[in-house]
Every structure is written in C-alpha cells, then in structure tokens.
C-alpha cells in the first residue's frame, strides 16, 4: 500500500513541478540534483556523495573498481574456472585461446559498457527507487533502459571516466562500430566460457547502437 502511496505521489510530483527543480528527495530529505530523462524517467544524484547510504555506497565501491579494472573478481572466476575445465578436458588449444581473450580485455578494453553502467545505477537514481540499499533487480531494469540508448552511454562515458576522450571523439558510426566489435568479443568469450562446462549466471545485456 505504501508504495502505492508513493508512486502516484510522485506521479502527481511531476505532473505540477520540473523535475528539474526538485532539489531535496522528498522520501529521504537529502539533497539532490537532476542528471538526465529516458522517457518518463528522471533520474538523479546525491549533491554530495557522502551522503551515499552505507549499503549502497559498497556496491559504488565495487563497481567503480570493476570499470577501472575493466575485469571484475566475477570475470576472473569464470575465465579461471573455465580454463581448468579445459585442461581438466585436454583441451589445451581452447585453453589458450581463453587467456588470450582475458589478455586482450585487460591489455586493450577502453571500457566494459555493463560494469559502467552498473556503476552508474548506483549514483543516479529515480524519486521511486529505495536508495537506502541497491536493488539488483529494480538497477537491472533501469540498466537494460538505459543500455537502449546510445546517448546514455556517451553521457557516462564523458561525466564518469576520465579516459574516455578518444571513444568521445569517434563518429557516431565508428563509435556504434566499436561497440558491435566489443560486443562480438563479449559473445566469444561467454561462449567459450559455456563451452567449457563452467555454468556461468551473467546476464548479458546488449548495447543498442
């Protein structure tokens, strides 16, 4: 009922004031600031991060170090894993092939587009979102909106990396080209991955260019 409560509260909230001029969360009375729209979705920032609750603030930390390592603990476990059971199999040739794949997304990735985006989904939230802790699955949702547009991807890239200059300054079609190969090399390796036993719960999500 209290959700109920609330979201046609703030559908009301919106119908009568600029989401641009909310400046306090009106649930958690921490002030806040407007980023961006997708749809009828408005999402928003802490004006200071501190004020980031503590249960979500772990989950801030552990993305913002996945985007910088571009290879989380999570990938290492299934590349790792996954390696064994080649070898386990005396598959040595699909054994390498899959360090070559770990070698070349830490040696060569500017960026993974999901980690960023899940890192993202921990700064910027909508009025409706508990953001005392983070809801995978209510973030998951918001991420497969946002991973549907393109300009999302570009915003992020230019407010939340610091090295993100030479992908900014691509075309737009050799900017949707990089994003097609990256992509590619994603799908390589989750199958490699698969196909050598190791059950794996990641959830792919595509990048729409």
Do not use: C
């Not at 075309?171 to 991955?193: A, G, N, T």
């Amino acid at each position: 009922m209290k959700k109920i409560i609330f979201n046609i509260y703030y559908y009301l909230l919106f119908k009568v004031k600029n989401p641009k001029e909310v400046t306090t969360h009106p649930r958690y009375n921490k002030h806040i600031k407007y980023e961006f729209s997708v749809g009828s979705k408005h999402y928003y920032r802490f004006l200071a991060d501190y004020d980031i609750f503590e249960n979500r603030f772990r989950y801030l930390q552990t993305y913002y170090d996945d985007v910088n390592r571009k290879v989380s603990s999570k990938d290492i476990t299934d590349f790792t894993e996954a390696t064994i059971n080649f070898i386990n199999k005396q598959k040595l040739v699909e054994a390498g092939e899959l360090q070559k794949e770990l070698q070349h997304r830490v040696k060569e990735w500017v960026f993974e587009p999901t980690t960023l985006f899940k890192y993202a989904s921990v700064l910027y939230f909508d009025l409706q979102e508990n953001i005392e802790d983070y809801d995978i699955d209510y973030n998951n949702t918001k991420i497969e909106l946002w991973s549907k547009k393109k300009d999302v991807l570009r915003m992020f890239l230019k407010d939340l990396m610091t090295n993100a200059e030479t992908l900014l300054n691509l075309s737009k079609e050799d900017f949707s080209d990089y994003l097609f190969h990256l992509q590619e090399k994603l799908d390589k390796q989750q199958k490699l991955i698969t196909e050598s036993g190791h059950k794996s719960n990641r959830k792919s999500i595509e990048i729409t260019t």
